[in-house]
């Protein structure tokens, strides 16, 4: 059986236009990232999916290390304060890694196997604590040392759950619903049905908005202590959303579609902007400093300000569909993988870094360690090291 995915990227390599001129990059100077209490500890980073690191990433691509894992390396690595790598595969084992050797300090094993290409990413709590979304139905709360501390049961498969400051977790499953959890005692504060089938890891703005996405709508969630409530969903009918939101500093929220354009809306739900582009199963990364990276059927990264829905800059074409979501280090050096099996780094400006064939296509959200390292996960159960 051909998922709706595969079905979507067969129909545009058959069918696509050619791709908009390269646009000369006009990327600022101000910072990409605000810091955390650890190097990269959750999906894209952060709770708004920011995307970008405080520190430099690799300028050569030096294979530091290779780790085989026990199944397609899908979901997202991240990294906690002590730069030990969390890495899991559909197999469903976490992994606590040594950043220097890929060797382990620890495993998990959930028991449940599963996730297909939907990239999932663990979050490290400021306290060390680990909370490991499993291909299950399962969210299960690690110890530093891997001791299982609680668990909690979804409808569905739970993505990304992310926290601004750990005194609260926000997460989505595959069902659509949202959730509030008490990150100490397991607890489910409150949960709401957004109505649909999800895809989407939720971002926060850490003031009580949410955002999910469900089929091809848009739904910001208001936390309200003890309840959650829809505050509006909006769905531009142009495809349906198989990636997650983006949140920018500003308040604008982005929806990428499998349709032909990027949209973008204000935090009261009002329209803000659209931007063509083709079909993307790539999540944007939107930067502390206003800028949206997001990956295409093209095998390029497209750059919109956030403020405008303005294109910034086109790196590539690459050798291969990007799917991955993108990362950003300080300098506003680019770096993501592609369904070629490639990984790729670019310089601010527009320059190839570096192009590491790393064996399989790459659908996981790749993460920077405190040192430089990118971590990128691969389809055939590889996760490689770029130092």
């Known amino acids: 059986m051909i998922s709706l995915r595969h079905f979507a990227a067969l129909t545009l390599v058959a069918g696509c236009a050619a791709a908009p001129a390269d646009?000369?990059?006009?990327?600022?100077?101000?910072?990409?990232?605000?810091?955390?209490?650890?190097?990269?500890?959750?999906a894209l980073h952060d709770a708004r999916h920011g995307g970008a690191s405080t520190g430099d990433g690799p300028r050569e691509g030096v294979v530091r290390w290779r780790r085989s894992l026990e199944g397609a390396v899908t979901p997202g690595p991240v990294v906690g304060a002590d730069g030990t790598v969390y890495a899991s595969s559909n197999g469903g084992v976490l992994h606590a890694l040594d950043p220097a050797t890929g060797v382990d300090r620890w495993t998990y094993d959930s028991g449940a196997t599963g996730g297909g290409d939907l990239s999932v990413s663990p979050l490290v709590l400021p306290g060390g604590v680990v909370l490991f979304p499993t291909p299950g139905h399962e969210v299960v709360a690690l110890s530093p040392d891997g001791v299982r501390l609680w668990s909690v049961r979804l409808d569905g498969s739970p993505t990304s759950p992310v926290t601004v400051d750990g005194t609260r977790v926000y997460l989505g499953d595959t069902t659509g619903t949202v959730a509030a959890l008490d990150p100490v005692s397991g607890g489910l504060l409150w949960t709401v049905d957004a109505g649909g089938v999800s895809y989407a890891s939720v971002v926060t703005d850490g003031s009580g908005r949410v955002y999910t996405t469900v089929d091809s709508e848009l739904v910001a969630v208001d936390d309200r202590g003890a309840d959650g409530v829809i505050a509006w969903r909006r769905g531009p009918g142009d495809g349906i959303t198989e990636v997650s939101p983006g949140l920018a500093a500003d308040g604008t929220v982005l929806l990428g579609t499998n349709g032909d354009h990027e949209w973008a809306y204000r935090p009261d739900g009002s329209f803000a902007w659209r931007a063509p582009r083709f079909i993307t199963y790539s999540s944007p990364s939107v930067t502390a400093d206003g800028l949206a990276y997001l990956g295409d059927h093209a095998g390029r990264i497209l750059v919109f300000d956030t403020a405008t829905g303005e294109r910034r800059a086109v790196y590539g074409p690459?050798?291969?569909?990007?799917?991955?979501?993108?990362?950003?280090?300080?300098?506003?050096?680019?770096?993501?993988?592609?369904?070629?099996?490639?990984?790729?780094?670019?310089?601010?400006?527009?320059?190839?870094?570096?192009?590491?064939?790393?064996?399989?296509?790459?659908?996981?959200?790749?993460?920077?360690?405190?040192?430089?390292?990118?971590?990128?996960?691969?389809?055939?159960?590889?996760?490689?090291?770029?130092?």
């Open 318 to 387: 690459a050798g291969g569909l990007v799917w991955t979501s993108v990362v950003v280090d300080r300098a506003h050096r680019v770096y993501f993988g592609g369904q070629d099996g490639h990984v790729y780094g670019y310089e601010p400006l527009g320059a190839r870094l570096f192009d590491v064939e790393v064996g399989g296509p790459v659908d996981s959200y790749p993460a920077l360690t405190a040192d430089g390292v990118l971590l990128v996960g691969s389809r055939d159960g590889v996760l490689t090291a770029i130092a």
């Open 23 to 42: 646009t000369a990059p006009r990327i600022p100077s101000t910072a990409p990232a605000v810091a955390s209490w650890a190097p990269w500890p959750s």
